[in-house]
């Protein structure tokens, strides 16, 4: 999505209703198990980040089809566009309509995470969250769905997403400079202490399953964030 400006901390606000409270997804126990747990057999919740074009829905949906047990994929981008008549098309730019649809549907998406997961289904979401935005980005996330939630970053190389977004078409194609400005800025997530995967040169099958070995890892040793 385009650049959103600096945002107050969200307080469930923004002119939709307050979703049940339900119970968040808890945060994981210090590790007794193996030191790489088998991920296919685990009840997860997974926030896939990236910027636009990086793969994410094509990467969350392919590896909640393969999964051993029940897992659903939830895509923001999806659950935004259920607005139709009214929606604020994020090429016109990020304003206060456009603010308030997005929360809307974070929260959205964060209120069926807990459902699934209350119902023993795992979930994988994914967003284009940005690393220097932690009220709306993943602060907003960990609230929605709870602290057991497991933040991982799709990263490729510009070159590859602007591949990707020049193939696509609607409101989900974006300039090259919108594409180029948003994966400068996700570089930030470097450092931040959560698991990276460039997914440059690999497909979607061996991505999933870097997908997998990143899920294990930060189930054995949770990333603080």
């Given at each position: 999505m385009p650049l959103p400006p600096p945002a107050p901390f969200d307080g469930g606000t923004g002119g939709g209703i307050q979703l049940p409270a339900g119970t968040a997804?808890?945060?994981?126990?210090?590790?007794?198990?193996?030191?790489h747990p088998d991920v296919s057999h685990t009840g997860v919740a997974v926030l896939l980040i990236g910027p636009a074009g990086a793969g994410k829905t094509t990467v969350a949906r392919y590896w909640?089809?393969?999964?051993?047990?029940?897992?659903?994929?939830?895509?923001l981008d999806d659950v935004r566009e259920w607005v139709r008549a009214g929606f604020a098309d994020p090429r016109a730019g990020?304003?206060?309509?456009?603010?308030?649809?997005?929360?809307?549907?974070?929260?959205?998406?964060?209120?069926?995470?807990?459902?699934?997961?209350?119902?023993?289904?795992?979930?994988?979401?994914?967003?284009?969250?940005?690393?220097?935005?932690?009220?709306?980005?993943?602060?907003?996330?960990?609230?929605?769905?709870?602290?057991?939630?497991?933040?991982?970053?799709?990263?490729?190389?510009?070159?590859?997403v602007l591949e990707r977004n020049a193939a696509r078409s609607g409101t989900r194609r974006l300039s090259d400079e919108e594409v180029?400005?948003?994966?400068?800025?996700?570089?930030?997530?470097?450092?931040?202490?959560?698991?990276?995967?460039?997914n440059s040169r690999h497909d979607v099958a061996t991505t999933a399953r870097m997908l997998d070995e990143a899920v294990a890892r930060s189930l054995s040793s949770p990333p603080a964030w």
């Open positions: 997804v808890p945060a994981p126990p210090p590790a007794t198990a193996p030191l909640a089809d393969r999964r051993p047990v029940p897992t659903a994929s939830i895509s990020w304003d206060d309509r456009s603010e308030a649809q997005y929360r809307l549907a974070r929260r959205t998406c964060g209120f069926a995470a807990r459902n699934y997961l209350a119902n023993g289904i795992s979930c994988i979401l994914d967003d284009a969250v940005f690393p220097d935005r932690p009220a709306v980005g993943l602060g907003g996330w960990k609230r929605h769905v709870g602290p057991g939630l497991i933040p991982i970053v799709l990263l490729p190389g510009l070159d590859v180029a400005t948003i994966h400068g800025r996700m570089a930030g997530w470097y450092g931040s202490g959560l698991p990276i995967i460039d």
